[in-house]
């Protein structure tokens, strides 16, 4: 802000705005001594400060720390601002951690808080590490639930990244009668993903194995491609 070609450079006096008066000491500290200390409570301040006036030395700090603290119950919010900061390395990381985790990640509170854009990027990757597709159907109903009235449009397209072939049977047949998912086209899809999975599993009429056998379907799981963010 102040070394560029900007007219706040050129300005005696300078009104700042939207930035903390403890922030701005931090700011003003490190600027002479080079030292500053990034927490929990003050790094995403510290970052918008950074960008403000452009101090690549206090982003750093706070990539690293961001990157050396990432944990299931903060890797989706880490990576939902470092993609909005432009921070593509953090960024990368934080939803590389969230798709290797995803099995704790999907039961913490910060999911149910989670963009849609974002969830979709997540169900969309080949690299998500879950135990079964149901596992992440039930995650997603969870969130559905969680802010029905603002999240309903958002159901068909996220439920479409899901494989429910993969989906185990007892979730399949219990979805049937979840009010949330009582649509025709999800129930459809339902209804064909049993059809296909008896297909592939039991002969006719073999149904008392529905759901005792451990055979396989050869349908493909994930972990294929590379994701990029």
């Given at each position: 802000?102040?070394?560029?070609?900007?007219?706040?450079?050129?300005?005696?006096?300078?009104?700042?705005?939207?930035?903390?008066?403890?922030?701005?000491?931090?700011?003003?500290?490190?600027?002479?001594?080079?030292?500053?200390?990034?927490?929990?409570?003050?790094?995403?301040?510290?970052?918008?400060?950074?960008?403000?006036?452009?101090?690549?030395?206090?982003?750093?700090?706070?990539?690293?720390?961001?990157?050396?603290?990432?944990?299931?119950?903060?890797?989706?919010?880490?990576?939902?601002?470092?993609?909005?900061?432009?921070?593509?390395?953090?960024?990368?990381?934080?939803?590389?951690?969230?798709?290797?985790?995803?099995?704790?990640?999907?039961?913490?509170?910060?999911?149910?808080?989670?963009?849609?854009?974002?969830?979709?990027?997540?169900?969309?990757?080949?690299?998500?590490?879950?135990?079964?597709?149901?596992?992440?159907?039930?995650?997603?109903?969870?969130?559905?639930?969680?802010?029905?009235?603002?999240?309903e449009d958002?159901?068909?397209?996220?439920?479409?990244?899901?494989?429910?072939?993969?989906?185990?049977?007892?979730?399949?047949?219990?979805c049937k009668?979840?009010?949330?998912?009582?649509?025709?086209?999800?129930?459809?899809?339902?209804?064909?993903?049993?059809?296909?999975?008896?297909?592939?599993?039991?002969?006719?009429g073999d149904?008392?194995?529905?759901?005792?056998?451990?055979?396989?379907?050869?349908?493909?799981?994930?972990?294929?491609?590379?994701?990029?963010?």
């Open positions: 802000m102040f070394n560029s070609a900007m007219k706040e450079a050129k300005e005696d006096k300078i009104v700042l705005h939207d930035i903390e008066f403890n922030i701005l000491t931090d700011i003003i500290n490190f600027i002479y001594t080079s030292k500053i200390k990034v927490s929990e409570d003050n790094v995403y301040c510290l970052m918008e400060a950074a960008d403000l006036f452009q101090l690549s030395a206090i982003r750093t700090v706070c990539c690293h720390y961001l990157s050396s603290t990432l944990n299931s119950s903060n890797c989706l919010s880490v990576y939902v601002r470092a993609k909005l900061r432009r921070y593509h390395d953090l960024a990368h990381l934080a939803f590389r951690y969230a798709l290797q985790n995803f099995d704790k990640v999907i039961n913490e509170e910060e999911f149910l808080h989670s963009p849609s854009d974002v969830l979709f990027s997540i169900l969309s990757s080949q690299l998500l590490h879950v135990e079964d597709e149901g596992v992440l159907l039930q995650g997603l109903v969870r969130w559905l639930k969680y802010d029905e009235a603002s999240r958002h159901q068909d397209s996220l439920i479409s990244k899901l494989n429910l072939n993969l989906v185990p049977m007892p979730i399949l047949v219990s009668t979840d009010h949330l998912l009582s649509n025709s086209k999800f129930l459809s899809r339902v209804d064909k993903a049993i059809t296909d999975i008896l297909s592939e599993r039991y002969d006719s149904i008392k194995k529905l759901y005792s056998s451990n055979k396989k379907t050869h349908w493909k799981h994930r972990y294929g491609a590379e994701q990029e963010v």
